[in-house]
């Protein structure tokens, strides 16, 4: 992972709940692990912000106003979504739940959403 994006963690990492002003729960350590993670394996984002429900939100730029975001959430959940001129469905959303996480264990969860971003991107692209 680059240094910028290993940077913008640890800033992440040093919020403190109530961070948006509005009583948001700061990213906690399973969301900012899981979202290294995920960084790790793929093609830079364009953003890397916390999300207002409480972990990290990380986001991929595609043409057409398409868009992917990857969710790691303070619970453990990591979720994908697709949007499309800022709309999403429920096709569009793949939840990996904290407990598929612990079952699949780290290395075959983080392949697996890897291996999700990389489809929702090629969707993007087309």
């Known amino acids: 992972m680059i240094d910028a994006l290993k940077s913008r ?13 509005d009583g948001a729960s700061a990213p906690r350590a399973v969301a900012i692990y899981r979202a290294g993670r995920i960084l790790a394996e793929t093609k830079a984002p364009d953003e890397v912000d916390p999300d207002a429900v409480g972990g990290v939100a990380i986001w991929y730029r595609g043409p057409g106003n398409r868009d992917v975001a990857c969710y790691c959430r303070n619970g453990g959940d ?10 999403w469905t429920d096709q569009s959303i793949v939840r990996f739940g904290a407990a598929i996480w612990e079952r699949l264990g ?3 969860a983080i392949d697996y959403t890897v291996k999700t971003l990389a489809e929702a991107l090629k969707g993007a692209a087309a």
Do not use: C, H, K, P
Request: hydrophobic letters at 40%; zero cysteines.
């Open 9 to 21: 963690l640890r800033e992440l990492s040093e919020l403190r709940d109530g961070w948006d002003g």
């Open 78 to 87: 990591v979720i994908v979504v697709s949007y499309q001129d800022g709309l």
């Open 106 to 108: 780290t290395g075959a």
